[in-house]
């Protein structure tokens, strides 16, 4: 039973560049989460993706923006990179059946470096 | 932004210690969740308490919930080297979908 996998691992980009990061959910899952954790710092809600529609977005610009696919996977894409871009990105997978209210599973990350 | 405060930021042990930390949240919520992470990785899924339950156990881990003083604590007992990481609690606030993270303890157990 795969869990969720990230790609890519690591990822350096340049201030302006457009990034996409992708995510394969847990197997039987639906609904996939993003996440961006900067050093030191909790992970901050980017957005949900479930039915390939954006159902809920945190306090992100229209840069970032996602993407999911009817296999469930999902993307997402950061435009006009900034410094403050650096972070880990975090996907994470749940069944929209059970919500919120059940553990999320987590992805590895995506670290991403603008320089 | 982050939800609340976690207390301490760092903590260093022995081991077979027992280890505690708070996290303090500011809204309204459906329930709160507390997650591992080790060396800047993804996070791993510890337990989650109802904003209905007090107290819930799961092995070695202890968590108590205070809807009126908006608060929760995490209890590891008798400590190891592998619980060495970064310990998060995430709340689910009502009405929302997303998790809503405090800024983590950062534990250390010494062998």
């Known amino acids: 039973d795969a869990g969720v996998t990230q790609s890519p691992t690591h990822l350096i980009k340049t201030r302006g560049q457009q990034v996409t990061l992708r995510c394969s959910p847990k197997?039987?899952?639906?609904?996939v989460s993003w996440y961006q954790q900067a050093l030191g710092q909790g992970p901050q809600f980017i957005f949900q993706?479930?039915?390939?529609?954006?159902?809920q977005r945190g306090n992100f610009p229209d840069r970032f923006s996602g993407h999911q696919f009817p296999n469930y996977s999902s993307e997402l894409n950061v435009n006009a990179l900034l410094l403050g871009d650096s972070a880990l990105y975090l996907c994470a997978s749940s069944l929209a059946g059970q919500g919120v209210t059940y553990a999320q599973y987590f992805g590895p990350g995506t670290r991403l470096t603008v320089t | 932004s982050q939800q609340g405060e976690e207390d301490p930021q760092a903590l260093s042990i022995q081991e077979g210690e027992n280890a505690t930390m708070n996290c303090s949240y500011k809204?309204?919520?459906?329930?709160l969740q507390w997650y591992r992470q080790n060396s800047g990785r993804g996070l791993v899924h510890l337990i989650l308490i109802r904003s209905n339950e007090r107290e819930k156990h799961s092995g070695r881990l202890r968590v108590t919930l205070d809807t009126s003083k908006k608060s929760s604590s995490l209890l590891i007992t008798a400590s190891r080297a592998a619980d060495t990481a970064s310990y998060f609690c995430a709340t689910v606030n009502t009405g929302r979908r997303a998790l809503t993270f405090g800024s983590g303890t950062r534990l250390q157990v010494q062998p």
């Open positions: 809204t309204s919520i459906n329930n």
């Open positions: 993706y479930y039915e390939e529609e954006e159902r």
């Open positions: 197997s039987g899952h639906d609904t």
